[in-house]
């Protein structure tokens, strides 16, 4: 109840804040500023974790510096600013960054109350359970009773609780905020649960299991009990950046889609297929529409990759956590990354 | 024997047993059956767990790796600490660029124990810290600007401090000098705010621009702990004197103050820094995440070290206070020149202890994702190529905190000596 009050205090708070943005305003500050503010995780493998180096590197990091290569031509024009779950939304909406890319769930309720937009899906996972074999366990309708361990304040605690009651079951919850400190509970035993993100938990059991135990003494039960869609958010108000954010990440897509690769794209740029033609800006027309550069998507795909590049550089098999494409492969493959025709 | 005199015995040696490590180890550690039995279970105890620790650290470790994946099944994983040392003390600062966080700290150090050195607590003390803080911060920036506006009400705020504190003591020349900037600085201040003077600010920038957001590690928990407590210790003073003022209004002020911010965990502060003043500043306007920490570490400390100089102002005998008035002093003589003199002597052992506790809680800011040396550490856990090694990573900050704080604690200990020579028989 406190945090729905909360919730609805930020709300408000925003509507006030953002009823006097303009069109176009938060873009020409970053063009001003000659970089984009980009809010992060603070710190969650393949998504967004800094390097020995000091570097950011992840999944959500190449939606920021995708972003940064279409307006800018240049993908390292880009600032980051770590952000945890609660303060992502508020920073947000002050004005600290620019766009959120932040392991963020789509719902009604951040779409619309907080004053924010979301632009594409980046990646499609849902929640699950992790469990230690021994338990013998087969489903998560078996888990009445159980200790779970959970991050408390985002989306995840509440489908919890959702599903244990839609299906009359008890839990008992061991709320903790670092991530680091739940995988330790789960391992030590002080939970038989751990419930998170599928991705997450596929990624902490490949990484994280400490030895002597191993990755198999270890399953994901097969329920997937929440839709978590995940994007890059905006403020409400300039929709010509909430435009180019979208079709940055549709533009990721397509390239994938035609065979476009990092790679390739220099001999691509020679290809007679009118698509192809179309998307890398050999035939003007789509890089004005949106505001920036013709050659647009050369730079991201030159710079940053196609998604399917990126996915697998960072969580997928070109990667440790070897989390498997699923749902988040292309629609011709099956999957369910879908993008609008650049046309 | 021949310097014996005639009726007295030579002095025999103690028997061998009560002298030398034999006697020693007989007297302290074997002197009853029970006593000889805790020695030797303990000894056997710190044995078997010494040998455990070292046979993981030291005999199985791996200095050496590529990555985490060839640590796997042998001891502590050393190559990870080799791997990512300079990410931990430094953070996200460019790496090319480490040695200007290095030399901000060695500043910093440099601060920190010529200030623990007693022949320095004189007027000397502040130019070190103007100096060296400008050094710290430039270093840290790489470019600092500094607006005429600011210069001119630090002139104001300087000269009229001069003014109130030497009011009735210092010498005509001394006090036409306060009296000068000041007037400087409100003149130069007015003009400025009615236009007659145009903005100017004062550049100085060897090197390239580093935000606070890139800051990390080591750089970050000194400035936060150094200045969390530099600043908090003059607002303090003036919180513990106002806590003892006779004007209700002031009392009133100070103690709600100091009640609301020992009322809440310092966490819930920076939550209010980060997450609720954003939302009260008008749309487009942000104050730097980092600043607002170091706000809110200031306040925090504040509220703490009033508490403290409350108990030194407590501790002086009452007359003190009645023969300063004697003395036909003024409420600033009295509070400067017999006062807080002796009151701060008092109170420099728990001001250091607050110091070595306040030097650890920078870590919390990790909850508004500032990346301190704690979080630093925590965050080369997250890259996967290095995943499933905390505690390799966690020892180590462990030891790097142990020798800030270890020093840290000998030398309140060594001051108290010091400073308590008067009084010890």
Known sequence: MKRRLFAAAIGAAALVASGSALAGKDLDAIKARGAVICGVPTGIAGFAAADSQGKWIGLDVDVCRAVSAAIFGDSEKVKYVPLTSQQRFTALQSGEVDLLSNNTTVTLQRDTALGLDFTAITYYDGQGFMV???????????????????????????????????????????????????????????????????????????????????????????????????????????????????????????????????????????????????????????????????????????????????????????????????????WTQGGLQYAPPIR | MADVLPGERPQLAPPVDDTGPLGWVRKNLFSSWGNGITTVVLIVAIGWILSGFLHWAVFTATFDAKSGAECRGHGACWALIREKYRYIFFGSFPYEQHWRPLFAVVAMLAMLILSSDRRMWNKRLIAIWGVGSFVAFLLMFGQIHISLGLILFVALAAGGLGMILRGAIATPGELNGWRALAAVGALGLIGRITGVIPTWSLAIAPLSYVETGLWGGIPVTLILATYGLVFAFPFGILLALGRRSNLPLIKGLCVGFIELIRGVPLISLLIMASVMLPLFLPSGMTIDKFLRAQVAVILFAGAYIAEIIRGGLQSLPKGQFEAADAMGLNYVQKTTLIILPQALRVVIPPLINTFIGFFKDTSLVLIIGIFDFLNTANQALVDPNWAGFPGEVYLFAAFIYFCFCYSMSRYSKHLEIELNKGTRR
């Not at chain 1, 919850?173 to 991705?199: H, L, W």
């Not at chain 1, 329920?223 to 108000?237: A, D, F, N, T």
């Not at chain 1, 027309?285 to 730079?299: N, P, Q």
């Open chain 1, 132 to 330: 230690p074999k021994k338990l013998g366990l087969k489903s998560a309708k078996e888990l009445n009773g159980a200790t779970v361990c959970v991050a408390p304040g985002t989306t995840t605690e509440l489908n919890l609780a959702d599903y244990f009651r839609a299906n009359k079951m008890t839990f008992k919850p061991v709320v903790i905020e670092k991530v680091d400190e739940i995988r330790a509970a789960f391992y030590s035993g002080r939970c038989d649960v751990y419930t998170t993100d599928v991705s997450s938990l596929a990624a902490t059991r490949v990484a994280n299991t400490p030895a002597p135990l191993t990755p198999d003494d270890f399953m994901i039960l097969p329920e997937i009990i929440s839709k978590e869609p995940l994007g890059p958010m905006v403020r409400h108000g300039d929709n010509q950046l909430t435009d180019i954010i979208r079709w940055t990440q549709y533009a990721m897509l397509e390239a994938e889609e035609y065979g476009i690769t990092s790679k390739n794209v220099d001999e691509m740029l020679k290809s007679e297929n009118p698509t192809i033609k179309r998307i890398l800006g050999v035939t003007p027309g789509m890089g004005k529409a949106l505001g920036v550069d013709e050659k647009w998507v050369y730079t991201i795909v030159k710079q940053v990759g196609n998604y399917g590049e990126s996915f697998d550089r960072h969580v997928g098999s070109g990667s440790l956590l070897k989390i498997d494409r699923g749902v988040n492969k292309l």
